[in-house]
């Protein structure tokens, strides 16, 4: 172990009397690639060998550029020539050599640690994320080094002789600094990395926790309606009638079983006990996620802010959580009177169902799909959109959209290595070669769910792109979902994989993920600090949400959605009651995203160290915007595994789908497969976060303030037409 000490300050001392070893990310021709096709990481031991190498060769690094510049300052005290710009450029490179080392490591282990099937490869990764985690804070607080970064930026030379993306490194590094408390005693530091570490522990249990849920939650319901709720629809499910007219339901990790379960129960006294107990998912949660937000609280003052959300972060398009507040409710208000008109259709539903007006939160689902399910009812004469949605056809339709507005290439490699020989983590992982211009990247799609598997759609970045000379660095990239095998089939690799139907919402998501990708494959950034999705993070959901537009979009789903029978394209009435659906109850959607993000904001303000707030406050909210009684009993943020990541960010969501909304309007509303649109929004990627996302999104929308978009917000996100 590098941390062998429960005094932080053992790590600095441990990597400072290390000496490097040979560390590359490069696989040798003579070498057999491992786990992501990376060389020598084939066994969890690996992992942890690779941490030591590169915390030995950052080991090198620090005592490189420390004592560059103490020998610079000497000789600048005796009054010689000190070319400070060209030490600054050679500062950075360094830097950027050093994080892309340690990042490389970090990242991989992250992506191995939520979608490894191997417990012990999971228990590896977890130590290394923790001991990476440990170290950034410490490197974060090396006062050293920070003098160093300090001296490049303060230099006379720094705006004369460094371009502006090494000047925007050197102020996010600066900023990065200061975030951590370098302005503190040495004591109070040490506390610093303490506190963060601490945090990281809490951040892993509540993930753990929402993956490892298996505990059993029974519900009592009638017999007769029992017996019509279709169970073999769910593994986690089971039935025990009773001849008392009683039947109980029981489902492990309840969440996603009794949602299901409420679209088919036609009585609201029957489906609020299932409600309530879709709520009650991961209830160790309930004092993990107490700690986590006082820790964070506790961490916020140490460093001299009011609350966490206030600890200014390097990148963000929004500067401070009163302007995201005002946002958010702006919006709210703003959506009240379409609010207002889909609860009347609800009511009016219930009226006539049931007999009464009065409607709750378990009222939701069964009513929005039942009329969703009216309005489809034209298209029951035609094959679901689903049998046109095989995994081949949405790769072809990727293939399509990427080559013609971007150039990529997809090549699906149908002779994947086998699980066994290490590159790929499950026989279920495709890969794929995207190709553009001279540069080939990698993207490993494990789309399918298994036990033991993160409950997540996300892209992991796994080694980003970075301009290295004349040679740009191979990207790689892993999409992770957790769709279900329609087929029931054990055949793996492309073969067993390429007939399994997708649902919309499934290829919705696909085509989101690969927005991701696409930032990470199509970055040409000269560092890697700033490549890809390495950006602000309210801006960083933009491009994912821009491509599920594609999934609405007639002129392009009929090219490639055939029947995986017959052949015969989705016909464009079925696309056209598809998108009238989408617009059913976008209000209620958007506002149930507001809650969300406005209780992620709470919950990291100062009120957030108290642990009765952080109890209460759900229901709270819920009380206060409505549109349904709050439900006291119920937690749904036990398992809102975004406040552990996104923490006083889930906003951004909402933030960037108004850019995208108007980056599509402006762009591609009148040809989806612009080469002309693509190329901008090509431009916009490439520069990652090498420049401002504002900056980015002003020149991509013809020099409109993206800022100004909010006031324009209830149009772009409440109706959603991809052709206007």
């Known amino acids: 172990r590098v941390v062998g000490s429960g005094r932080p300050g053992r790590l600095l001392q441990v990597i400072t009397q290390s000496r490097p070893s040979n560390f590359s990310t490069q696989v040798k021709k003579s070498e057999k690639p491992g786990l992501y096709g990376l060389p020598g990481l084939h066994q969890p031991e690996d992992l942890k060998r690779k941490l030591v190498d590169v915390v030995a060769q950052t080991s090198a690094t620090l005592r490189q550029v420390t004592g560059e510049h103490a020998e610079l300052r000497q000789r600048a005290a005796r009054g010689e020539a000190v070319q400070w710009g060209q030490w600054g450029k050679r500062v950075l490179r360094h830097l ?251 009511k009016d539903a219930k009226m006539t169902m049931e007999g009464s007006r009065e409607l709750y939160a378990w009222d939701y689902s069964f009513y929005t799909v039942l009329l969703k399910s009216d309005l489809l009812r034209n298209a029951t004469r035609l094959a679901p959109i689903s049998e046109h949605l095989s995994l081949q056809n949405v790769l072809r339709g990727m293939s399509l959209v990427l080559d013609s507005i971007f150039g990529l290439q997809i090549e699906i490699d149908e002779e994947t290595p086998p699980a066994e020989d290490g590159e790929v983590w499950h026989p279920s992982v495709l890969k794929l070669r995207v190709k553009t211009g001279d540069v080939e990247g990698t993207v490993y799609l494990d789309l399918f769910d298994r036990p033991g598997k993160a409950d997540q759609n996300a892209t992991f970045g796994i080694q980003f792109a970075r301009r290295v000379g004349e040679i740009v660095q191979s990207p790689r990239t892993a999409v992770v979902c957790n769709f279900e095998r329609t087929s029931r089939e054990t055949a793996q690799g492309w073969e067993g994989c390429k007939d399994e139907l997708l649902s919309h919402w499934e290829a919705i998501n696909l085509f989101h993920e690969m927005g991701h990708a696409c930032h990470i494959l199509l970055s040409r950034t000269n560092f890697q600090h700033t490549s890809g999705v390495r950006c602000a993070l309210d801006y960083a959901e933009t491009p994912s949400q821009l491509m599920e537009n594609y999934m609405w979009d007639s002129r392009v789903l009929r090219k490639f959605a055939v029947h995986h029978q017959t052949g015969q394209p989705v016909a464009a009435e079925q696309i056209a009651l598809l998108q009238d659906s989408r617009q059913m109850f976008r209000g209620l959607e958007l506002l149930q995203q507001i809650k969300l993000a406005l209780l992620d904001i709470d919950l990291h303000s100062a009120s957030g160290a108290d642990p009765v707030f952080v109890d209460q406050r759900e229901a709270e909210i819920q009380a206060e915007l409505g549109p349904f009684p709050a439900v006291p009993e119920g937690h749904y943020r036990t398992r809102f595994s975004h406040l552990t990541n996104y923490g006083a960010n889930y906003y951004s969501y909402l933030l960037s789908g108004v850019f995208a909304a108007q980056l599509w309007s402006t762009h591609f509303a009148s ?53 206007s």
Not at 198 to 205: A, E, K, N, P, R
Not at 680 to 706: C, F, H, I, Q, W
Not at 709 to 720: I, K, P
Request: net charge negative; hydrophobic share 40%; aromatic share 6%.
């Open 96 to 346: 950027d050599d050093m994080s892309e080392t340690l990042c490389f490591v970090a990242d991989t282990a992250e992506v191995c640690r939520l979608t490894h099937p191997d417990p012990v490869w999971q228990q590896a990764c977890r130590s290394v994320c923790l001991d990476l985690g440990t170290y950034f804070a410490q490197l974060n607080s090396h006062r050293p080094l920070y003098e160093v970064l300090d001296a490049v930026v303060s230099a006379e030379a720094f705006t004369k002789e460094l371009s502006e993306e090494e000047q925007r490194v050197a102020v996010l590094l600066l900023r990065e600094f200061q975030a951590h408390g370098i302005h503190l005693e040495e004591r109070e530091r040490e506390e610093v990395i303490r506190m963060q570490r601490d945090i990281m522990d809490c951040v892993f249990q509540f993930q753990s926790n929402i993956v490892n849920d298996d505990h059993d939650v029974s519900v009592s319901l009638p017999n007769s309606v029992a017996k019509q709720l279709p169970m073999r629809d769910l593994s986690r499910l089971s039935l025990d009638v009773h001849p008392e007219d009683r039947a109980r339901v029981v489902a492990t990790a309840p969440a996603a079983a009794f949602e299901f379960l409420l679209k088919h129960v036609p009585l609201s006294e029957d489906r609020r006990p299932l409600y309530v107990a879709s709520l009650q998912s991961a209830p160790s949660n309930r004092p993990v996620l107490q700690e986590l937000m006082g820790r964070r609280h506790a961490l916020a003052k140490r460093l001299g802010y009011e609350c966490f959300g206030e600890v200014p972060q390097p990148v963000r398009v929004m500067s401070n959580p009163e302007t995201v507040r005002q946002f958010l409710l702006d919006l709210n208000a703003a959506i009240r009177p379409r609010v207002e008109v889909e609860m009347d259709m609800l």
């Open 671 to 723: 040809d989806p497969l612009s080469r002309e649109g693509g190329d901008r929004l090509r431009g916009m990627l490439e520069k990652g976060g090498s420049v401002p996302a504002a900056d980015l999104l002003r020149d991509a929308l013809g020099g409109t303030d993206p800022l100004s978009l909010c006031a324009d917000s209830v149009r772009t996100l409440l109706y959603r037409d991809v052709s």
